[in-house]
């Protein structure tokens, strides 16, 4: 039988000081991290991680990255597990009881 993988879910954040070189040691702490779990072969980030990991490169920094250079940094976690959650993982908690005026939005 074997083990099964246990995959270390990505955040946004860590991705980005890894690629902003003016983070300092928020920068050298999120390299360090990557390198970690790239060595341990089990990352895994979701499509939503992917695309504010693009917005956020050529938007949201001092100097943003142009756009080719962070589709490339994208597409360099095209090797790791891509989580895309369909509309079956929201459906469990849309059916929870509650008052008609709380599923509406009103209270």
Known sequence: MSAKATFQFLDTNILV????NSAGAKRDEA???LSELVAGG??????QVLQELFVTLT????QPLDGGFARESVADLSHVRVHAPGPEAVRPR??????SASRSGTR
Do not use: E, M, N, W
């Open 17 to 20: 000081y890894a690629h902003d």
């Open 94 to 99: 849309s059916t929870c009881t509650g008052s």
């Open 59 to 62: 938007r949201k920094p001092p």
């Open 42 to 47: 089990a990352i895994a980030v979701s499509v």
């Open 31 to 33: 390299l360090s991290l």
